[in-house]
Nanobody, 131 residues
Framework: VQLQASGGGLVQPGGSLTLSCTAS????????IGWFRQPPGKEREGVSC??????????YYEDSVKGRFTISRDNAKNILYLQMNSLNAEDTAVYYC???????????????????????WGQGTLVTVSS
């Protein structure tokens, strides 16, 4: 059972990247998915979390990425994605994908504030935004 993250790299300010996270050993199905990041010298933070069964607020984006990042999932391919546009230096970080393998009605915000809830984590992929 593992998550394999990929897609990180060096990108110029204003550029785009799509991070992928392939699940093996289990199916993403309708579980809660999340992307977290840890900038250099800072704490890990929730970037985006998505729970399709949430009673309210199933999709959450951290304020600084709203309108620029999009979280999605392809159940058929068992892959979750983070599309990142208009990248800036503050987006430089190691990005982690995560899955909480239970069906609940809690919001995306609820999960992004509680990373300890997630059962499975990818290994992290480095995104560097620099000219």
């Amino acid at each position: 059972v593992q998550l394999q993250a990929s897609g990180g790299g060096l990108v110029q300010p204003g550029g785009s990247l799509t991070l992928s996270c392939t699940a093996s050993g289990f199916t993403l199905d309708d579980y809660t998915i999340g992307w977290f990041r840890q900038p250099p010298g800072k704490e890990r933070e929730g970037v985006s979390c998505f729970n399709s069964h949430a009673s309210v607020g199933g999709t959450y984006y951290e304020d600084s990425v709203k309108g620029r990042f999009t979280i999605s999932r392809d159940n058929a391919k068992n892959i979750l994605y983070l599309q990142m546009n208009s990248l800036n230096a503050e987006d430089t970080a190691v990005y982690y994908c995560a899955v909480y393998a239970k069906r609940t009605q809690d919001s995306g915000l609820y999960y992004c504030l509680r990373p300890y809830k997630f059962d499975f984590w990818g290994q992290g992929t480095l995104v560097t935004v620099s000219s």
